[in-house]
C-alpha cells in the first residue's frame, strides 16, 4: 500500500505486482507491472509515501528498496490477511484482502529484515539443510546394515566412527561401492556444517548481544545467533511472555464464557528457533525450561545486563524503556 495526503495505494510483491490506487478507502486504479517497471515505478515517486505489502519472499526486499528511497513500509503475515479474501484466489481478491487488513489495527506489521538479518538466517537455514541430509544418509545406511545382521550404533557420532568398518564387512561387500559414495556424502555434509558454524562464530565475534545471550545455560552460539536473527528488535515486544507466545511456546487457549481450556503449546512462530531452545533446555520439562530461557533472553538484551542465576527482579517491567 502506497498512502500519500490524498492516496492510497497496495501493491502485491509478485512477479506481475498489482496495484490498486485507493482515495478515502475506495480503489481508482489497478495496474499489473513487471519487476523492472515496479522498480521504476518505485523510484518515480516524487514524495515519499507508504507501501503496504503482504511478508512474502521477496517482500523484504522490496522493503529495503522502498526504504533506501525514503518511503514507509509495512508488512503484514500472510496468515492475518488471508481471512480477509473473498471467495476465489486471485491477485485482485489477494489485494482486496491487504486493503481490508490494513484497516484493522490490531494486526501487527512484520518489520523489514536488514540485508544481514536475511543472511545469516539463509546461512541458519543451509546448515539445517545439511543436517537434515546427513540424517537422510545415516538412516539409510542404518536400515542396510541392519538388514545384512549388522549392528549400527545409535549415536551419530558413535555411528560416523564405525561407518568405515561397517561398510568393509563382507555382508555388503557387493554394494561397497555405492555405500562409500554415500558415506562420502555424510562427511561433505558434516563437513558443511562446521564451516556454517565457523562462519556464524566469525560473524558474532564482535557482537555484544550475542555473546551476553551465549552466557545463559542451555542457549549455545547457534541459539544466541537464530534468536536474535529473528526477533531483531526485542522492544517490539512488552514482556518476557510476549516475545515466548511470538515464540508458540505459550499453551494454546480454548476457552469460552467461564470455561478456560488451555492445550499444549501453541508451536506457532519461528520453528527452527524454537527448536534450537528447546533442545538446549534438554531436560524432563525441556519446553517449560526453555520458555524461561526465553524471557531470560528478553531481559538481559531489553535491559543490557548480563547473565546472573543470582539476579532477583525488584519489579514487573511491563517494557524495554521502564
Known amino acids: ?37 515496479f522498480r521504476r515505478y518505485i523510484q518515480e515517486q516524487a514524495e515519499p509515501v507508504e507501501w503496504l505489502m503482504e511478508a512474502c519472499g521477496t517482500a523484504h526486499y522490496w522493503g529495503r528498496f522502498a526504504q533506501s528511497l525514503g518511503h514507509r513500509v509495512i508488512l503484514l503475515h500472510p496468515r492475518y490477511v488471508k ?28 518489520p523489514v529484515k536488514s540485508h544481514e538479518q536475511q543472511q545469516l ?13 546427513r540424517t537422510q544418509r545415516i538412516n539409510l545406511l542404518r536400515g542396510i546394515f541392519r538388514e545384512m545382521g549388522l549392528e549400527a550404533p545409535a549415536s551419530i557420532a558413535a555411528f560416523l566412527h564405525a561407518a568405515n568398518e561397517l561398510v568393509e564387512q563382507p555382508e555388503v561387500a557387493a554394494r561397497r561401492g555405492q555405500l562409500q ?5 555424510i562427511n561433505l555434509y558434516e563437513q558443511c556444517m562446521v ?14 548481544i550475542v555473546r551476553r545471550l551465549d552466557e545463559v545455560s542451555g542457549i549455545g552460539l547457534l541459539s544466541a545467533s537464530a534468536l536474535k536473527t529473528a526477533v531483531g528488535q526485542p522492544e517490539r515486544f512488552a514482556s518476557g511472555r510476549q516475545l515466548s507466545a511470538w515464540l508458540g511456546m ?54 543490557e545486563r548480563r547473565f546472573s542465576g543470582d539476579w532477583q527482579s525488584s519489579r514487573f517491567s511491563r517494557g524495554c524503556g521502564e
Not at 506481475?16 to 475506495?26: C, I, K, N, V
Not at 559414495?181 to 556424502?185: H, K, M, N, S, T
Open 1 to 37: 500500500m502506497q498512502r500519500c495526503p490524498n492516496r492510497l495505494q497496495w501493491i502485491w510483491p509478485s512477479p506481475f505486482t498489482r496495484l490498486p490506487r485507493a482515495s478515502a478507502g475506495h480503489v481508482n486504479q489497478r495496474r499489473r507491472l513487471g519487476r523492472e517497471a
Open 83 to 110: 481471512p480477509y479474501r473473498r471467495r476465489n484466489k486471485t491477485d485482485r481478491n489477494d489485494c482486496d484482502a491487504l486493503l481490508e487488513a490494513a484497516r484493522c489495527a490490531g494486526i501487527h506489521p512484520v
Open 121 to 133: 538466517q539463509q546461512l541458519h537455514g543451509l546448515r539445517e539443510a545439511w543436517k537434515k541430509s
Open 181 to 185: 559414495i554415500v558415506l562420502a556424502e
Open 195 to 208: 564451516e556454517c558454524e565457523q562462519q556464524l562464530a566469525r560473524w558474532h565475534a564482535d557482537d555484544a
Open 250 to 303: 505459550t499453551p494454546r487457549e480454548y476457552s469460552s464464557g467461564n470455561t478456560r481450556k488451555l492445550e499444549h503449546i501453541s508451536r506457532q512462530g519461528n520453528v527452527y528457533v524454537r527448536t534450537l531452545l528447546i533442545h538446549g533446555a534438554a531436560s524432563k520439562a525441556a519446553v517449560a525450561l526453555a520458555n524461561k530461557l526465553v524471557r531470560i533472553c528478553w531481559a538481559m538484551w531489553c535491559h
